[in-house]
């Protein structure tokens, strides 16, 4: 249990203790700063401590946001400050400091001083004393937005009846309830979801419902929904559709939840990211089966969506770490873009051509339950297509028109996301590395493969292809990528990956090839979108020994390339049905393994807004 220890003067009427014990804290009181030491002291290390003047004022949820939030090691309110394990240290001799000025000791002697109201323009209050001295540290502090709630320490009797009156004037649950939802969202989100779904986010906090259970929930319905529509039934169908908003509505609130309880954690954040690019993939899935019952073959357009998804977030990962800590990083085309922010109905049309998740899922459940599968898959690649041509174009106008100087961090982010195996690797090291820019070997080698087994089909022709991609690949990583535009390798090359296994599994022409494609690439997307949430949660990228056990991503297309002019079309489809499950297995097992161990090891708790396409 956590610890707040309260200093200063008590006020009558007071209803700090109780807040705090609300909030889940054991209560001990101090009556100088030498007595808050040997309190401090007497906490075990791997428990949360707050030091909180007994004279505050303020609402409850300020106390929360300032007190309870996981993701910082240090955080402040006005009259508390508080720290995680992790922040101990830097608390502990903030606060010998301050003992020490005072005159006092936790070990006997007596202080000379006590806590007192002191100045009558503003009260001497030891935690904001400790919060000024941990800053003169250059410890960081995470001060959060309270906006109008109200956190204070009176001076005298008159400002605490003025503060008084003010935490009367404002609403402490509404302003909760508002803040729970996500800041920046999508259209249909905002004004569809969001609405209604905050109050079951507070029904499920009340009853003691975690957003991983509420995240579950939402991967199981997902689930029920594309079983449904595996049936190819048009009541199938519609209970699909109908499913699919309820496990949206849940993928709201989970989030929600998290932020109107503050339960952060490292295992949540991954769960709920994996958890979204599973549930759409699936329903994906189902669909095609659905419309296999039918006699309508959507595999290829199934693959196709997944594909075009999963390089819409490579863009977003990439273009995002290649910029997250530039410097000298703005440009005409981002100011232009503020400026169109700033008229209220160009964010809204902004919002909705990118077909962010709640557009995007409202368009397939609509679809899904008024048309077919088919009609489904054509208008969410064309709505995707439109949305990544848009994103995609914007980012390029920014980068060429910037002058941003990337880290050294950036490069190594987009190098592993690039996802280079040991072929690459090694030639690396023998080749000469040459002058050409790394996106030129990139487009080169994303543009000749794919074409490569379009034109030609499973053959050695392919396979010289593959060689010559293994080639280009090596080459295009053989610098730092710091290029204005090298953000757009890692995309290139999930296109040219994930592209050839979709042409060859067509081009072989035989039942039940697509779909083992279809797990393949969807076992490959998995391990890709477990780097960006590991780099995302700095973590680092996974083990080498796991990217060299699944080839890269330039081996694992050479092989499937060998594979296709080796075996027979039935062959060729069993050896992707085993290539999918093995890569499945093992980047599962070493995900799993690695998110619960950080999450059992006290890894800094996260809570990523993400992108809301």
Not at 236 to 250: C, D, N, P, R, T
Not at 291 to 312: F, I, P, S, Y
Not at 333 to 360: C, F, N, Y
Not at 410 to 423: E, I, K, V, W, Y
Request: charged letters at 15%; a neutral charge; proline letters at 5%.
């Amino acid at each position: 249990m956590p610890t707040a220890i309260l200093t200063g003067q008590p006020v009558p009427g007071s209803s700090i203790e109780s807040d705090l014990r609300d909030l889940g804290f054991d209560v001990r009181t101090a009556s100088d700063p030498a007595d808050a030491e040997a309190l401090l002291a007497a906490v075990p290390g791997e428990e949360r401590v707050a030091l909180v003047d007994a004279r505050f004022v303020g609402h409850p949820h300020a106390l929360r946001l300032g007190l309870t939030d996981p993701r910082f090691p240090l955080a402040a309110v006005p009259g508390a400050v508080t720290a995680r394990a992790e922040g101990r240290q830097a608390l502990t001799r903030a606060l010998a400091r301050e003992t020490s000025a005072a005159g006092g000791t936790a070990h006997g002697g007596t202080a000379r001083t006590t806590l007192s109201v002191g100045d009558p323009a503003g009260a001497d209050s030891l935690a904001d004393r400790i919060v000024t001295a941990l800053d003169a540290d250059g410890a960081t502090v995470h001060r959060p937005e309270l906006g109008s709630l109200v956190a204070a320490v009176p001076a005298d009797p008159q400002a605490r009846n003025e503060a008084r009156q003010a935490v009367a004037a404002v609403d402490d649950e509404a302003v909760r309830l508002k803040s729970a939802v996500k800041a920046r969202d999508g259209f249909f989100t905002t004004f569809f979801i969001s609405p209604y779904s905050r109050y079951i986010a507070r029904w499920c906090a009340r009853r003691g419902l975690t957003p991983n259970q509420v995240t579950t929930a939402s991967l199981l319905t997902a689930l029920i929904a594309a079983s449904c529509a595996a049936t190819g039934t048009r009541a199938g169908f519609v209970a699909a559709g109908v499913l699919l908003i309820v496990s949206f509505v849940l993928d709201c609130t989970d989030g929600q939840l998290a932020r109107y309880s503050l339960q952060y954690s490292t295992l949540g954040a991954w769960l709920d990211a994996t958890f979204d690019r599973a549930k759409e993939y699936a329903y994906y899935a189902g669909l095609a089966l659905g419309a296999a019952r039918g006699g309508d073959d959507v595999w290829a357009l199934a693959l196709g969506a997944m594909v075009l998804q999963t390089c819409r977030h490579v863009v977003d990962f990439s273009f995002n770490e290649a910029n997250h800590d530039a410097t000298a990083n703005t440009s005409p085309t981002a100011a232009l873009s503020d400026k169109l922010d700033s008229v209220g109905w160009t964010v809204w049309v902004r919002r909705m051509i990118v077909l962010p998740i709640g557009e995007r899922w409202a368009m397939i459940a609509v679809l899904t339950a008024a048309t077919t599968p088919r009609i489904t898959f054509y208008a969410l690649l064309a709505g995707c297509a439109l949305a990544a041509t848009y994103t995609t174009a914007g980012r390029v106008l920014r980068s060429l028109t910037r002058k941003a100087q990337r880290t050294d961090r950036a490069a190594r982010a987009l190098a592993d996301l690039a996802d280079n195996g040991p072929l690459a690797e090694l030639l690396a090291r023998v080749l000469p590395a040459g002058r050409i820019p790394a996106l030129l070997w990139a487009v080169l080698g994303a543009v000749l493969l794919p074409l490569a087994a379009w034109t030609d089909g499973p053959g050695w022709s392919v396979v010289l292809c593959a060689v010559v991609y293994v080639l280009l690949s090596s080459e295009a990583v053989a610098h730092p990528l710091k290029g204005a535009l090298d953000w757009l390798v890692p995309p290139l090359f999930r296109a040219a990956e994930y592209g050839t296994v979709l042409i060859l599994a067509a081009k072989s022409d035989v039942n039940g090839a697509l779909p083992a494609a279809f797990g393949l690439v969807a076992a490959v997307a998995y391990h890709h979108y477990d780097t960006v949430y590991r780099i995302r949660g700095d973590a680092g990228a996974p083990p080498a020994w796991l990217v060299r056990a699944v080839g890269g991503q330039e081996g694992r297309t050479l092989l499937v390339t060998v594979l296709a002019a080796l075996l027979t079309a039935a062959q060729f489809k069993v050896a992707l049905t085993v290539l999918a499950v093995a890569v499945a297995l093992v980047v599962l097992v070493e995900s799993i393994r690695f998110w619960v161990a950080a999450h059992q090891g006290g890894a800094p708790a996260v809570h990523d807004e993400g992108e809301p396409a």
